[in-house]
């Protein structure tokens, strides 16, 4: 199925004229130089397409005839390559060994001769003509140009054009028929499995370029190089029989969704993930700045924003939620010379937006004014991460959760025990980590139907949960600390939240008895009585004859740290709306002195 759905996307880009697709036996390359020649053969002069975009230099794509799969023989590339296939010459890089001369002698003459293999003589095009002049010639006012050290120095890829013309030689007439009579056409019709036509298979099929980590040279999703993944005797692509056509559409689509600044790929950990739609839909430009992005179209991706665009109605279309339109997500990452498949998602763009839609509902929970609204998947992996930094986000968990999120299934086990190992090592109830921990628990709760009562957005009074109660307690207990030494540099969280969340039996005792030393040194003492008020409230909630628990599992353990997370973002809550009041108060007392 996906090479299915890939070889129609492509059919849908080559419908399409902005997008300017590689037609067959072409895909787009960069070609960073281009020889310019007169009719002769001689040299006119050499263009530097590479340009400046912001602080990067780009090179200018072009659509060249297709890339040679290379191993270790030599296989030029028709009318376009390296230097070192080109001219014969290379520059001598540090700590890397040169090839021999005899070596690049060997490229240039089979450069030289895949050109004379597709136009034998006499050369009718005079755009290959003169390239073969030129590479016949001495070449000597090529390396008195300018560019030429800068071109030998980078290694990048060159083509030829004739001087006064626009396109490149290989982009001519001449060289498109060329390519139409590819040696795989005399090969015998097979079924194609992704077609169901017959016509002659693919032996190879073009590597797949762009996906992080992967081989420079490219990674095939389909080949077999070793006699144990062959059978009954057959050998390369006739194994998994894939025509020359649809061979041609899936590569293409594919590379194309893997290109650079591609806004349809997204890197989630060490798997790079693209996703496409059946028809040109908005979906293809909203998936990627909902998932990766802090904002859509200027606004923060909260949920009130997610469910606004997903209900507002479209022109000509229904609104994302009731959209049937087909909907791909592949997730892709290296695996030596191949390329693995992480993950597929096969759905309409109605399905994924409830699934998205679901995922941030789950995650919302209330925060402090400061918190950013948004959470994006990389900013939820770095919560979970050692120093919230990218390199320590565990392995395959950016996969696997970005996975549950558009299929709609339950967050990855790992998830809860890698946010409570953050939270314990660095003390820190983060706005990120509270809403991966309530999603956690209530999706795992909903899925299988567990007779659990689902965390609320904010502070809920109604809860008994053990676990939940008893981090309300904690927060309260902090609470009374901060109150009766302002300005404390380190609270009980830092010593006793790892004991007080695990083990509550150990901490609870002696957080008790440390209670009642802080509210003894509290001032005010109508503060005091709330306090012991709230404390009763929440003490009231436990079974007594059962007394602390002896050890919390790691749900209870995660509803510990959303009932202290509540309970504290309540207080801030609170304290926000008394100064409110405070300042509104004293704005409407200057404004009556000042009347009189």
């Known amino acids: 199925m996906i090479l299915q759905d890939l070889a129609a996307y492509y059919e849908r880009l080559a419908d399409d004229p902005e997008e300017n697709v590689a037609g067959a036996g072409f895909q787009s390359k960069e070609i960073a130089f281009v020889v310019v020649l007169r009719p002769d053969g001689s040299l006119a002069g050499i263009d530097d397409t590479r340009y400046l975009e912001g602080k990067k230099k780009r090179v200018r794509v072009y659509k060249v005839p297709r890339e040679e799969k290379r191993t270790i023989k030599v296989i030029p590339n028709l009318l376009w390559d390296n230097p070192a296939y080109v001219f014969g010459e290379e520059a001598v890089k540090k700590g890397k060994e040169p090839r021999k001369p005899k070596r690049l002698a060997e490229m240039r003459a089979a450069f030289v001769q895949r050109i004379r293999e597709a136009f034998p003589e006499p050369v009718a095009d005079p755009g290959v003509a003169a390239v073969l002049a030129f590479l016949n010639s001495d070449q000597a006012g090529l390396r008195q140009h300018p560019l030429w050290p800068e071109l030998l120095e980078s290694g990048l890829n060159l083509s030829f054009r004739l001087e006064g013309e626009v396109g490149l030689v290989c982009?001519?007439?001449?060289?498109?028929?060329?390519?139409?009579?590819?040696?795989?056409?005399?090969?015998?019709?097979?079924?194609?499995?992704?077609?169901?036509r017959r016509e002659p298979i693919a032996r190879l099929h073009t590597a797949i370029k762009g996906v992080w980590g992967g081989n420079s040279r490219g990674g095939d999703i389909v080949s077999f190089n070793k006699p144990a993944f062959c059978s009954q005797g057959k050998e390369q692509g006739d194994n998994s029989p894939v025509g020359l056509t649809a061979e041609f559409a899936y590569t293409t689509a594919l590379n194309h969704l893997l290109r650079k600044d591609s806004p349809q790929r997204m890197q989630v950990g060490d798997a790079s993930t693209v996703f496409w739609a059946a028809q040109a839909n908005p979906m293809e430009g909203i998936f990627g700045a909902m998932m990766g992005g802090d904002e859509v179209d200027g606004l923060p991706v909260t949920l009130d924003n997610v469910m606004a665009i997903f209900n507002a109605p479209r022109t000509g279309r229904p609104p994302l939620r009731d959209d049937p339109t087909g909907f791909y997500v592949l997730g892709l990452s290296p695996n030596a010379a191949r390329i693995a498949v992480r993950f597929w998602y096969r759905g309409s763009v109605a399905e994924i937006s409830r699934n998205l839609l679901a995922h941030f509902q789950d995650l919302e929970i209330v925060r402090a004014p400061h918190d950013k609204p948004s959470l994006s998947i990389f900013r939820l992996l770095t919560a979970l991460a050692v120093l919230g930094k990218a390199d320590n986000i565990p392995p395959n968990l950016a996969g696997k959760l970005y996975e549950s999120i558009i299929k709609g299934l339950p967050y990855p086990a790992s998830l809860l025990p890698a946010a409570l190992t953050r939270l314990r090592a660095e003390r820190e109830i983060t706005h990120p980590r509270a809403a991966l921990i309530k999603a956690w628990l209530n999706r795992r709760a909903r899925y299988y139907d567990l007779p659990e009562k689902e965390l609320t957005v904010a502070l809920d009074l109604e809860n008994q949960?053990?676990?939940?109660?008893?981090?309300?307690?904690?927060?309260?207990?902090?609470?009374?600390?901060?109150?009766?030494?302002?300005?404390?540099?380190?609270?009980?969280?830092?010593?006793?939240?790892?004991?007080?969340?695990?083990?509550?039996?150990?901490?609870?005792?002696?957080?008790?008895?440390?209670k009642n030393h802080h509210l003894a040194k509290i001032e005010n003492p109508g503060v005091v009585v709330k306090l012991e008020k709230l404390l009763g409230e929440i003490s009231g909630g436990l079974d007594a004859a059962v007394g602390f628990p002896s050890r919390l599992d790691l749900a209870d353990q995660?509803?510990?740290?959303?009932?202290?997370?509540?309970?504290?973002?309540?207080?801030?809550?609170?304290?926000?709306?008394?100064?409110?009041?405070?300042?509104?108060?004293?704005?409407?007392?200057?404004?009556?002195?000042?009347?009189?």
Do not use: W
């Open 558 to 596: 995660g509803r510990f740290a959303i009932g202290y997370y509540h309970q504290r973002q309540d207080f801030f809550k609170k304290r926000a709306q008394a100064e409110d009041l405070a300042e509104a108060s004293d704005t409407a007392q200057s404004a009556a002195v000042a009347a009189e």
């Open 171 to 196: 982009q001519g007439p001449a060289v498109r028929a060329a390519l139409a009579t590819s040696p795989d056409q005399d090969r015998q019709p097979g079924l194609c499995l992704v077609s169901g």
């Open 465 to 514: 949960n053990v676990g939940y109660r008893l981090g309300r307690l904690f927060a309260v207990l902090e609470r009374a600390q901060e109150l009766a030494q302002p300005g404390i540099n380190a609270t009980i969280r830092e010593r006793f939240y790892g004991a007080a969340s695990a083990t509550p039996v150990v901490a609870f005792p002696r957080l008790l008895k440390l």
